[in-house]
């Protein structure tokens, strides 16, 4: 496995009027596919500030967080070999906009596509599979914020919401 690093991602999920909004990746993996828009968690950054942060970076979307419906491990494996290429822990996240008006960027083209039609499009398998069974079926998992300090090895929990 070698230099296989995991890599924290943050995606949000937002549908309108049977329409669920994609971006086309222009990086591997997934290059040229349709995804849900989201990105790496950053250090110090919780998931839902993570996905309200790409999401606007990505899509121009002011947005709140619903709820976080799934998380997956999911690894990318090559098919001939066998060999384990990408690891990605996924936050799945229903978002709700404030506002339609997305501005593509350099991040990829966007679009909204009929919910219906995900196995009909070049959609990652993976998304499409993640929002029909944890959107579509209305899963909810809770995610609580803790906060602890540390002080000469002394740990106190300050806060848990």
Same mark, same amino acid.
């Given at each position: 496995? !070698?230099?296989?690093? =995991?890599?924290?991602?943050?995606? !949000?999920?937002?549908?309108?009027? !049977?329409?669920?909004?994609? /971006?086309? +990746?222009?990086?591997?993996?997934?290059?040229?596919?349709?995804?849900?828009? !989201?990105?790496?968690?950053?250090?110090?950054? #919780?998931?839902?500030?993570?996905? /309200?942060?790409?999401?606007?970076?990505?899509?121009? =979307?002011?947005?709140?967080?619903?709820?976080?419906?799934?998380?997956?491990?999911? /690894?990318?494996?090559?098919?001939?070999?066998?060999? &384990?290429?990408? #690891?990605?822990? /996924?936050?799945?996240?229903?978002?709700?906009?404030?506002?339609?008006?997305?501005?593509?960027?350099?991040?990829?083209?966007? &679009?909204?596509?009929?919910?219906?039609?995900?196995?009909?499009?070049?959609?990652?398998?993976?998304?499409? =599979?993640?929002?029909?069974?944890?959107?579509?079926?209305?899963?909810?998992?809770?995610?609580? +914020?803790?906060?602890?300090?540390?002080?000469?090895?002394?740990?106190? =929990?300050?806060?848990?919401?």
């Amino acid at each position: 496995m !070698g230099d296989l690093k =995991l890599v924290t991602i943050g995606a !949000g999920v937002v549908i309108k009027d !049977g329409k669920i909004l994609l /971006i086309k +990746r222009v990086k591997p993996p997934y290059e040229g596919y349709w995804a849900i828009p !989201g990105g790496k968690l950053e250090p110090g950054e #919780h998931v839902e500030d993570c996905v /309200i942060r790409e999401i606007k970076e990505e899509t121009n =979307l002011d947005c709140e967080v619903e709820s976080l419906n799934g998380i997956a491990s999911e /690894i990318v494996h090559d098919k001939k070999t066998g060999d &384990k290429k990408s #690891h990605f822990m /996924i936050f799945v996240l229903k978002l709700k906009p404030k506002h339609l008006e997305i501005i593509e960027t350099d991040e990829g083209k966007l &679009k909204w596509l009929e919910i219906d039609n995900l196995d009909e499009e070049n959609v990652i398998p993976s998304d499409a =599979l993640m929002v029909k069974e944890f959107i579509l079926k209305d899963k909810k998992v809770q995610v609580n +914020r803790i906060k602890v300090t540390e002080d000469e090895n002394v740990y106190e =929990l300050e806060e848990f919401t």
